[in-house]
């Protein structure tokens, strides 16, 4: 079979449309769908399916998507090989990152790799961990996180690996009636109006999961998903937030636990399947789980 139609074909199990593959690859959609129609010959049994206005994988077509990633893992791993043998850098690594986590681990992450030869090229993406499979398609390391009761970011096309845990407190202005007490039942707020972020992101996850042991329905007036504009708010006032701890810089806010309850956030980084075997992909992955131990308090 063609590497290259296996390629087109994990492209679009990857991104779900013949349009988003034509863009993503520089071809054109009929490009595209004459290059599927020769894979299927070449497999011998139909790989697609129409779904509407879409074509869908068949179980045939998932199955060969799976030995795809396996074959171009492969050459990747074979082309990292030989660049180990000359003089050149041990490759570019893509990484994803949601904001607040890449403010936290990224800059110590760029140090770790300074002196490696390998080049780093992050992006923010402020997407939900239902979006990692959408951006392996783009990307080669995944920084992710989710709400800690949820069940891990794993697939049968994705690798996942826990870094760490990060408590999520409330966060109250300095003149709040409960902002003496070393920490706060989520009762005593059942009044209160809350900043939250989307719904999908871990802090909302977190804020529905504590509501649903506790009984208490929150009111939620704001949804702002830059954790700076929701400090800026809190400290004006304007309600009460749960946010993730080390998130927290405002220096006039109040952080407190929430008594009762375990709130928290776990970072995942996700990459394909056998991409720790790419000498310069296993470097940052290190990197991350150095770094993420470091500002945890579980390493030097």
Known sequence: MNVERLRILRELADRETVGAVAIALSLTPSAVSQQLKLLGREAG???????????????????????????????????????????????????????????????GVLDRMRESGTRVDASDEDLPASSVPALLADYDVVLTHRDERAAATAAPRIEVRALMREPIDLVLPPEHTLAKQHSVDLRQLADEQWISVRGGFPVDDVLLSVAAATGVRPRVVQRINDFRVTEELVARGHGVALMPRYAVVHPALVRLPLSGVRAGRIYELATRPGAHALAAVAAVVDAFVDEAACVSGDGA
């Open 45 to 107: 049994v139909p790989l697609l399916e129409p779904d509407g206005r879409r074509l869908r994988l068949t179980d045939a077509g998932a199955a060969l998507v799976l030995r795809a990633d396996e074959v171009l893992g492969a050459l990747d791993r074979a082309s990292a090989e030989m660049a180990s043998y000359s003089a050149s850098p041990r490759g570019r690594v893509r990484v994803a990152l949601f904001p607040s986590g890449a403010a936290l681990l990224l800059p």
